[in-house]
């Protein structure tokens, strides 16, 4: 199966700011997609970008974008002009074959 | 609407005892899940079915048994108890196929063992 490692387990940013998450996974499958889920204190998972593998071009939701390497089996995610409604745990994730694994997660705080 | 619903959003019970957890999706989805998340928050896959069948069966206690009646629904009964099983339990669903995309989570049923 699939693994998902993301080495941050916390971080924060001022407002309005640019934040990175990192992400790297592994997966011996050619064929997969990855995502970034946010999972605020209501805890709902809430979908915030995806990625299909095949696709070269990045993936990019208003002020959320990715930096695929694919080579590096590497996914980070951007958050530009971050918003204090960015308060979140994050999790990245991979999925094949309808199997979806996820990271132990990087919990963010928006400072004002 | 509500896409995934889980019962009951809480659940606080004594070691030892029996309980159920419910999930219905009406999204049409032919593949449903259920997602352990520890208190650290890691989310751990447990269980997914597809059209009824079971697809992954990860290492997890015989204690824990997942029910699918139809591919609408997926139930989770865990027997005897232990402290360890106190946790958030995600049920999700997802169209099935290679070509598949996100998965659509419910809103997480709080275990919480005494």
């Known amino acids: 199966a699939q693994t998902v490692t993301q080495s941050q387990p916390e971080m924060s940013v001022q407002e309005a700011e640019t934040v990175t998450l990192s992400c790297t996974y592994d997966?011996?499958?050619?064929?997969?997609?990855l995502f970034w889920y946010k999972q605020p204190p209501s805890r709902q998972m809430i979908l915030v970008i995806r990625?299909?593998?095949?696709?070269?071009q990045n993936a990019t939701e208003n002020r959320f974008s990715v930096n695929f390497q694919k080579a590096a089996k590497s996914f980070s995610l951007k958050i530009s002009d971050s918003q204090l409604g960015d308060t979140a745990m994050y999790f990245c994730?991979?999925?094949?074959?309808?199997?979806?694994?996820f990271g132990a997660g990087t919990r963010l705080t928006v400072k004002p | 609407d509500t896409a995934v619903s889980q019962t009951p959003k809480y659940l606080v019970t004594q070691m030892g005892n029996d309980k159920s957890i419910k999930c219905e999706q009406n999204?049409?989805?032919?593949?449903m899940y259920w997602y352990k998340q520890d208190s650290k928050k890691f989310l751990k896959i447990m269980f997914s079915y597809n059209n009824k069948e079971l697809i992954i069966n990860e290492t997890v206690p015989n204690r824990f048994s997942p029910k699918s009646p139809d591919k609408a629904h997926l139930n989770l009964h865990i027997n005897s108890l232990e402290l360890g099983d106190s946790a958030v339990y995600f049920c999700a669903s997802s169209p099935w196929g290679r070509r598949t995309g996100e998965l659509f989570f419910g809103e997480g049923s709080r275990l919480t063992v005494l």
């Open positions: 994730a991979t999925k094949n074959n309808n199997d979806m694994r």
């Open positions: 990625q299909e593998a095949y696709k070269q």
């Open positions: 997966t011996s499958e050619s064929n997969y997609y």
């Open positions: 999204l049409g989805h032919d593949t």
